[in-house]
């Protein structure tokens, strides 16, 4: 095999990506899952959690009605509502009319009553802010309902072990939403497209009847598959660095970048051999996507089942929760990618001499 | 595609399903052991073992704090110490979700329910009259600055009246749902780790730590159910199409009596019947109402439509690949962004998916409803139809050009030969559903973002997108002349632009989207601000600018062209609304 037939073969694919500016798109892409996805997660956490974002539900006007309850000191506390003793039908007037952002009723339940306290809590229907008030809301009740156990706590049989958990600012859906899936999606994406551009590569050759032309020149079968299968690898570590570096801008770091990129482009590269050789053998775009585009959905789904799956072992790396065991894995898919490289080499070679004999 | 295929499929088909089956069964692993943990207590040790997010280290003392910093969690003495970090932080919320869980297996199992859980809320939601609006009242969602005094209503006072302090429900039929495992509510960490919820739920009344309101993530779900298959499909037309194409296999097909529109009928009915078979089997398998195929139909017709337009435009498969890949991301978001919303916000019925959303959840849509949702999907498939009937010719189709040259070539073939004017006026007019269908795309984006930021990134965005599309008629009769038109040509042109565009937005407004124009968002978007002869004048502006760009420095200037009319756009509307900031 002649690195230089490789070589300009790739270049000849990679010159006919960069003309049809597909690649622009496949970026564009990118880019819109991205912020497809952060959209998601800023928008959803704004939402539903809005101290997350270190916004506070505070200062919302609450009505309250019914008796007297140490429920109103917590509103105002650790809820950081201001709350206004009224008449229940005026409050939820003017909760309709927006001055409110919810009533609470507390019925004149004592404490240790033998039945439950029963608040009922008004909202607007269709709400953003009702939704930010929940938040605050939710942290009041809760509180309540701890003074309320504690009341009742004789009467229960077993107690939790008591846990002193210091208060959390939630950030664990955004620390688990970048690593656990921004990350992943973002670095595997180009081995997925490349993969299907791999099988355009090859079922064009076929389609346009350019193949023997190829092959008229010094060029061999084998050749060609490889120019083809590298100039479609080469595009993922550069994406996919190029994506390292992007987080890196926006503050996201990322442990291990260079096992992280290993372990990308061993995936990626047998990725794009299960396309090759899918291409090869049905010589025919929409067989060759088809087939691929199912198997691969197939091989995800099953892969995702087994704990040390390559996106399992990306989160870890790039969180920086990996392990001696974890770097051996690492190693063990660069193997297996090579392994794949070599069968799929040979399957090369068997074609090509069909395709000569 | 050949015969040959059939038994892989099916082999295909059973691995899907085996692998399906797999993973529902042993769950996702893509977070075990993201977060480490160390105890020397054993409660302490089996409350971690029971979430698979933590690697777990159980010794001595000593031994932990020998190498503390390698852990991002330390449970010891009855407290919990955290690593100083983002992953720490995200641990201890982990944490307190599993302390949480196990305080719940604990408190589920006690015999005084009311002792395990005294607090009981009971949610009533009450309907306000002003929906999209309150976004625009405080600078974000929750700034709304309460005064010294209780709020006086300023209507009517209704009686409400007073709730009864029991749970009106017998103690053995709450027992018998306490202990009935409850379905797992949908929260943020579901998608995303999961946890379940394991407390008792009774019908309407709530515990505190169930009181936050349900995210529609279950719309994830339809959005895979419902539209991947519909995508899948209509790959096939494309392919379809690009197939007549590739080795001008269509000629024949061309030299037939029938015409354009025949043709494209034919071709794309087996597909639409497929798409509509495949959407009502998922009906019948889910027990879903047959009802949903209602606002899946115009879904379908767009997809047939935009994969016609991507069949007949991409000049390889693998353009065709990238644009199909393209076309559906940004065709998911749009169906989905709003769905997250629904029952939240009435920007959730931008989507047709969210009247799926609501038909599951039993709550069904009215007439006005569906026109809202819907209507930009019909107009935008006659739109897109309209283009591709008038352009599937031997010239078009076999031609290699680049895609915005052949955009260009597509909007110059249905011009009207002996009236441009008047074809130009009836091409703005047709491009306005695609426009707000972009442009609702911004809106859901945006929508939620601190007032004065969401209104400046949508008038620049909006700005843009209409300069764009008036620009892509003024291109095409330069394609028409074949060279730069005089310009008088020009001048009338950019009027007649201005006119269909200007009539477009007006006709669509009356027919359909008067929720969003009530607010400040359909201002920036539908030139709401001002007098007919503005907006009209400002459509005219934008055109004639890239007009001029075009006739003075060639097609390399078309860029700087949008971009100066885009600006003189966003300014006359910062302008304009500056008043109502």
């Known amino acids: 095999m002649n690195a230089r037939h490789v070589w300009t073969i790739a270049k000849k694919d990679l010159r006919g990506v960069k003309s049809e500016r597909t690649i622009v798109l496949a970026i564009l892409l990118q880019v819109f899952i991205a912020m497809f996805s952060s959209f998601l997660v800023v928008g959803l956490t704004s939402l539903y959690d809005p101290a997350a974002l270190g916004e506070q539900g505070g200062g919302l006007a609450i009505g309250y009605a019914g008796a007297d309850s140490p429920l109103a000191g917590l509103l105002e506390e650790p809820g950081g509502f201001t709350v206004y003793p009224m008449n229940l039908s005026e409050a939820v007037a003017a909760l309709k009319e927006r001055q409110l952002s919810a009533v609470v009723y507390v019925p004149d339940t004592p404490p240790d009553a033998e039945g439950p306290v029963k608040v009922t809590l008004y909202t607007i229907k269709n709400d953003i802010q009702g939704a930010v008030a929940s938040a605050g809301l939710k942290d009041a009740f809760e509180a309540y309902e701890e003074e309320l156990r504690d009341v009742r706590s004789g009467r229960l049989a077993a107690v939790p072990v008591d846990l002193a958990v210091p208060e959390s600012e939630g950030g664990q859906t955004f620390f688990l939403f970048v690593y656990g899936l921004l990350i992943p999606l973002l670095l595997f994406l180009p081995a997925i497209i490349s993969a299907s551009l791999v099988i355009d590569f090859v079922t064009e050759e076929y389609g346009a009847q350019t193949l023997e032309t190829l092959l008229s020149t010094p060029v061999t079968f084998v050749e060609c598959f490889w120019g083809k299968v590298l100039a479609a690898w080469i595009l993922v570590p550069l994406q996919a660095g190029a994506w390292l570096l992007l987080l890196a801008v926006n503050g996201i770091f990322i442990e291990n970048a260079f096992a992280v990129l290993a372990l990308v482009s061993a995936a990626s590269l047998a990725l794009i051999l299960l396309g090759g050789v899918t291409a090869l053998h049905y010589r025919e775009r929409t067989a060759a996507q088809f087939v691929y585009s199912t198997a691969l959905v197939a091989v995800i789904l099953a892969a995702l089942a087994v704990p040390g799956n390559p996106g399992h072992l990306l989160v870890l790396l790039s969180a920086g929760a990996a392990g001696p065991w974890e770097y051996m894995m690492v190693a063990a898919s660069v193997l297996g990618a090579v392994v794949l490289a070599l069968l799929a080499g040979r399957y090369a070679r068997a074609m090509g001499n069909r395709a000569r004999g | ?581």
């Open chain 2, 1 to 581: 595609m050949s015969k040959e295929v059939l038994p892989v499929t099916a082999v295909l088909l059973l691995a899907l399903l085996l692998a399906t089956g797999l993973t529902a069964q042993s769950g996702v692993h893509l977070h075990d052991g993201i977060y480490t943990a160390a105890t020397d207590d054993d409660a302490a040790a089996a409350i971690l073992a029971g979430d698979p997010r933590f690697s777990t280290t159980h010794t001595d003392l000593a031994a932990i704090l020998k190498d503390a910093d390698r852990y991002d969690l330390i449970v010891t003495g009855g407290q919990v110490w955290v690593a100083r970090s983002a992953k720490g932080e995200a641990a201890l919320a982990a944490f307190e979700t599993t302390y949480r869980h196990y305080q719940n297996t604990i408190y589920g199992t006690a015999d005084d329910l009311f002792a395990a859980y005294p607090l009981w809320i009971d949610t009533t939601e009450v309907r306000s009259e002003l929906d999209f609006t309150a976004t625009e009242a405080g600078t974000s969602a929750g700034m709304q600055r309460p005064s010294h005094s209780a709020p006086k209503p300023s209507g009517t006072v209704e009686a409400v009246p007073t709730p009864a302090a029991d749970l009106g429900i017998d103690e053995d039929a709450l027992r018998e749902t306490a202990a009935r495992v409850p379905a797992g509510t949908d929260q943020v960490d579901r998608v995303l780790g999961g946890d379940q919820q394991d407390e008792p739920e009774l019908g309407r009344f709530k515990t505190p730590s169930q009181l936050s309101p349900p995210l529609p993530f279950d719309s994830l779900i339809y959005v895979f159910v419902f539209i991947f298959p519909l995508y899948f499909t209509s790959q096939f037309f494309m392919m379809a199409i690009a197939n007549e194409r590739s080795g001008r296999r269509g000629e024949v097909l061309l030299s037939t009596p029938a015409g354009p529109g025949t043709i494209i009928a034919g071709k794309a009915l087996p597909y639409f019947l497929l798409m509509l078979a495949v959407s009502a089997a998922i009906l019948l398998v889910t027990g879903g109402p047959l009802a949903v195929l209602l606002p899946l139909i115009p879904v379908i017709l767009f997809f047939l439509a935009a994969a016609l337009l991507i069949g007949m435009t991409a000049r390889s498969f693998r353009e065709l690949s990238f644009l199909s890949i393209f076309f559906s991301t940004v065709m998911t978001a749009y169906l989905f962004f709003p769905t997250v919303f629904a029952n939240v916000h009435a920007v959730s019925l931008v989507s047709p998916l969210t009247l799926v959303v609501l038909l599951f959840e039993g709550s069904g849509f009215g007439a006005a409803d569906y026109v809202y949702a819907t209507a930009l999907f019909y107009l935008g498939t006659a739109a897109i139809l309209f283009l591709c009937i008038k352009n599937f010719n031997e010239e078009r189709l076999f031609s290699q050009e680049r895609l915005t040259a052949k955009i260009t070539a597509f909007v110059a073939g249905a011009m009207a030969r002996g009236h441009p004017f008047a074809s130009l006026v009836a091409l703005n007019i047709l491009s306005i559903p695609l426009v707000f269908m972009v442009q609702m795309m911004y809106l859901v984006l945006l929508f939620n973002l601190p007032l004065p930021f969401s209104i400046v990134c949508l008038i620049l965005l909006a700005a843009l997108t209409e300069e764009v599309f008036k620009s892509v008629g003024i291109a095409a009769l330069f394609r028409r002349a074949g060279g730069a038109p005089g310009w008088k040509t020009l001048g009338i042109a950019a009027a007649a632009t201005g006119l269909g565009f200007l009539l477009g937005e007006k006709l669509l407004l009356f027919v359909m989207l008067s929720q969003v124009t009530g607010s400040v968002f359909g201002d920036v978007l539908f030139s709401g601000v001002g007098l007919l002869w503005m907006p009209f004048l400002l459509h005219t502006v934008g055109a004639a600018i890239v007009a001029a760009y075009l006739k003075i420095g060639g097609t390399r200037a078309y860029p700087f062209g949008v971009l100066t009319a885009g600006c003189v756009h966003a300014l006359y509307n910062f302008v304009l609304i500056g008043g109502a900031l």
